[in-house]
């Protein structure tokens, strides 16, 4: 794997610069190291250079950079939410703030940390799960948001590490420390907006106030409100936990397969344990990854990016390839084997038909979302 040279924005690095903060970028094949991409993140927002906005020692982001690699689980173990998606979720949200005046340069800074570390420590399997199979984390954190509690804990664990493992006062060293505070809460804030029991309460208020004129042309920092700045930086996070659907499609397609399997590991050992298997999970009953991620995209993904495109204009490609994923994958869906004759007739057939599918729907946006 290539180097960087320390990831500190040397100007032969323009052209993949370019790449790296487009929804465009393949992680798969950039032929550079996942820690490299994470610290040229902070390069790229002007962190390790003077009068770039908020100023970060690269050592100080090594160490961090390091230490949130080690807190994911190793990909054998959990096949979707491991390194590989919080360095892919940093990216995006990269390429969805980098140009954009809506954030004030902390808020930049705090959003794409927040997103490298926003699922460290996941086990690969659902809030639900864990409340039913007795998980020691519901001990801990309770019934609600237990995964997004457990990653904001840990996750401000890290940062505590980092200021106190070195002499350079890691990566929050030259902020004051009302700017610390509103780091914190920044990292907090979005990270807790991840869980997708809250999606759409999150969504309905966004979309009100986009219908409200609070995100008209020409926004900025100044101009926006700190309550539709927070509201704009949380559905900003939640595009970017779910942009694997906006890559380019022969990616997007890897990281569909990389969370059937891991919902499919789930339902195994959601029968092993005896628990009721979660829709979606089953095995023998699974369809193709195809099916799956057509119904994420129908039922969260495509309103969510459609939704930011209002208010965030770098959110425009983002929505333009889910869109055009969904039709690919649409093409993709194996046959559906032939209708058996039904043994009762339609008019007594249909309302539990219906209720069934209705039951199903409705359980895609928890299960797809592993959250």
């Known amino acids: 794997m290539a180097s960087l040279e320390d990831a500190t924005g040397l100007e032969e690095h323009a052209d993949f610069d370019a790449l790296l903060t487009s929804v465009e970028f393949d992680q798969f ?62 990216q995006a949200t990269l390429a969805l703030v980098l140009d954009m005046p809506h954030f004030t340069p902390l808020e930049k800074f705090a959003l794409v940390t927040a997103a490298i570390l926003h699922d460290i420590g996941h086990p690969g399997v659902t809030n639900a799960f864990l409340i039913a199979s007795g998980h020691k984390l519901v001990e801990e954190f309770g019934e609600t948001s237990v995964l997004e509690k457990y990653h904001t804990q840990t996750a401000l664990k890290k940062i505590d590490e980092n200021e106190t493992d070195a002499e350079d006062g890691g990566i929050l060293a030259h902020l004051s420390e009302d700017d610390k505070a509103i780091f914190r809460e920044l990292l907090e804030t979005a990270v807790m907006a991840t869980d997708m029991a809250h999606h759409g309460t999150i969504l309905s208020e966004f979309k009100e106030r986009c219908d409200a004129g609070a995100y008209p042309d020409g926004s900025t920092a100044e101009t926006l409100s700190k309550e539709d700045r927070t509201l704009l930086l949380k559905m900003t996070l939640k595009c970017a936990d779910i942009s694997n659907v906006a890559r380019v499609f022969d990616v997007a397609a890897l990281w569909t397969d990389s969370i059937a399997e891991e919902f499919l590991a789930q339902g195994d050992e959601e029968k092993r344990l005896g628990l009721p298997v979660t829709p979606l999970n089953d095995r023998n009953k699974f369809k193709s990854s195809a099916h799956m991620v057509s119904g994420f995209i129908d039922f969260v993904a495509q309103g969510t990016f459609d939704a930011l495109e209002k208010a965030l204009p770098s959110a425009a490609v983002f929505a333009s390839n889910v869109r055009k994923n969904r039709q690919t994958f649409e093409s993709l869906k194996p046959a559906d084997p032939p209708a058996q004759p039904p043994a009762a007739p339609l008019a007594q057939e249909a309302p539990a038909a219906a209720a069934a599918a209705a039951a199903a729907a409705a359980a895609i946006p928890a299960a797809a979302a592993t959250k």
């Open 29 to 90: 094949n950039a032929g550079v190291e996942l820690e490299e991409l994470c610290c040229r993140y902070f390069s790229v927002l002007g962190c390790f250079s003077e009068g770039g906005g908020v100023r970060v020692e690269i050592a100080a982001v090594r160490r961090l950079v390091a230490s949130a690699h080690i807190g994911y689980a190793d990909p054998k173990e959990v096949p979707y939410h491991n390194w590989r998606h919080g360095v892919d979720v940093g």
